[in-house]
């Protein structure tokens, strides 16, 4: 699943009659990235959520087959859920198994074909933390020495916005506005929140300013 689905604020006036994943960055939207290096690894069938301007998500994607990929879209009208609301609208789509999310506004290298042969095991959740960037100093998460994720540490890291969660994470919980922190503090409380510490290239792509630096980057590749 592809959680796009913000409004995209920080981001304005570039947001104001574009929603935040297509923002064009290298030739191609920011979302189309993502799911090009997916689609690489074998994740084809792939749901996106939307909410502001999200039919101009669906006009500029389709089906996603030009891209290799299946696509389901999961719309959730002019006002969005919240990352945990927007998983639950789409768990119908979703099915039975542990799934993949990534935030639609991020660009990293990381290798994903790494969590197509993940086992969660007991945990409900995995999570990919990256060193705080220096918009972010003070970190989500922390982890241990056996992979568990800590709500409190010596060291925090960043939540990337990459994670696998098992449809038991959401269970009971009704479709609505809800935050996906709670949820994840509660598994964690419970020790069944698994983590991987990720040090390649990873950026939050929420300002114009690290729009305009991933396209110097991908422009010199």
């Known amino acids: ?10 981001m304005r006036p570039l947001t104001d009659a574009l929603p935040k994943p297509l923002l064009p960055v290298a030739g191609k939207a920011l979302i189309e990235h993502t799911i090009v290096q997916l689609v ?3 994740f084809t069938e792939i749901v996106i959520n939307h909410a502001y301007l999200g039919h101009l998500i669906a006009q500029y994607l389709g089906d996603g087959r030009a891209l290799g990929a299946h696509i389901c879209y999961s719309p959730e009208g002019e006002r969005a859920l919240e990352t945990a609301g927007g998983i639950i609208n789409a768990l119908p789509l979703l099915g039975d198994q542990p799934f993949l999310v990534v935030n639609s506004d991020i660009a990293t290298d990381f290798p994903f074909a790494k969590l197509r042969k993940l086992k969660l095991d007991d945990a409900l959740a995995h999570l990919i933390l990256v060193t705080n960037p220096d918009h972010h100093p003070h970190g989500d998460f922390a982890l241990n020495s056996h992979q568990r994720v800590l709500s409190a ?3 925090k890291l960043t939540f990337s ?3 696998v969660y098992h449809p038991e994470l959401f269970s ?5 506005i809800h935050k996906l922190a709670p949820l994840l503090l509660k598994a964690i409380a419970q020790e069944r929140v698994s983590g991987t510490h990720y040090q390649g290239f990873w950026s939050d792509i929420g300002t114009p300013e690290r729009l305009q630096a991933l396209e110097i ?3 010199l590749k």
């Open 153 to 155: 540490g010596a060291v």
């Open 161 to 163: 916005g990459i994670g």
């Open 1 to 10: 699943m592809l959680l796009a689905a913000g409004r995209g604020e920080r």
């Open 172 to 176: 009971g919980i009704p479709v609505g």
């Open 217 to 219: 980057k991908l422009s």
């Open 40 to 42: 690489s690894v074998g």
